[in-house]
Each structure stands twice: as structure tokens, then as C-alpha cells.
């Protein structure tokens, strides 16, 4: 449960960063395309773990993990471009990477306790 916690705010911290990347791409580098696909997953992932938060069983909840697991591995791709594509600079990237990472490791573990407690 401790886990989960920190998982969910990890996840609603990482959105609204998702959100300010998002407006500061908009406004300052006048991209609105990739940056609206990285936005949508990268607040997609805290969705999915809230609703597995009110999940109807384990296999449920771990369906919804794995939802967000998969917005995640998403956002990441979405990063990569952006960064690579000269939006984003290094050290903002780098930071949102190492979030994204650590919520990704987070998910990865929460499924697997799951999965094995699943008996």
C-alpha cells in the first residue's frame, strides 16, 4: 500500500510536469503536435494507476498497471523525439527521463508483487 502511495503521487507530479512541458512547448517552441501525444500519455499513466487503485480484483489491477506501464513506455518515446529533435534541451529531458524511470521501475515491481500474489 506504501508503494502504491508513492506511485500515485509520483504519477500526479509527473503529470502536471507533463503539463508545463507541454505549455512551454506550445508558447515557446510553437510545437503543438508531438508535444500533445507526450502530454496525453504522460497524464494517462496516473489515470491508469488511479483506476487500479479501485480495481474490481487483482487481475484488474494489475490490467490497469499495465495500461499505465505502457502510457509510460509511450511518454518515453514521445521524450526521445522531442529531445532529439532539438524541443527539448538536455538538462529538461534528462529530468523528465529519470521521473518517467523511476514511476516505470515502480510499475514494473507493483505488477510482479501482483502477479505473485495472484495464487
Given at each position: 500500500m ?10 500526479i507530479?509527473?503529470?502536471?510536469r507533463m ?14 503536435i ?12 496516473g489515470?491508469?494507476?488511479h483506476?487500479?487503485?479501485q480495481a474490481?480484483?487483482?487481475a ?22 522531442l529531445?532529439k529533435?532539438n ?13 518517467l ?11 510482479k ?5 495472484m495464487?
Open positions: 506504501t508503494q502504491d502511495n508513492i506511485l500515485v503521487d509520483k504519477s507530479d509527473f503529470a502536471i503539463s508545463n512541458c507541454y505549455k512551454y512547448l506550445l508558447k515557446e517552441k510553437r510545437e503543438d508531438i508535444s500533445k501525444q507526450m502530454f496525453r500519455s504522460g497524464t494517462s499513466i489515470a491508469n494507476i483506476e487500479g487503485i474490481q480484483s487483482k484488474d489491477f494489475v490490467s490497469k498497471l499495465s495500461i499505465a506501464l505502457k502510457e509510460a513506455s509511450e511518454t518515453s518515446y514521445w521524450l526521445i523525439v529531445y529533435a524541443y527539448l534541451e538536455e538538462k529538461l529531458f534528462e529530468s523528465l527521463k529519470k521521473d524511470d523511476e514511476i516505470i521501475r515502480i510499475l514494473i515491481a507493483s505488477i508483487t501482483t502477479k505473485k500474489n495464487v
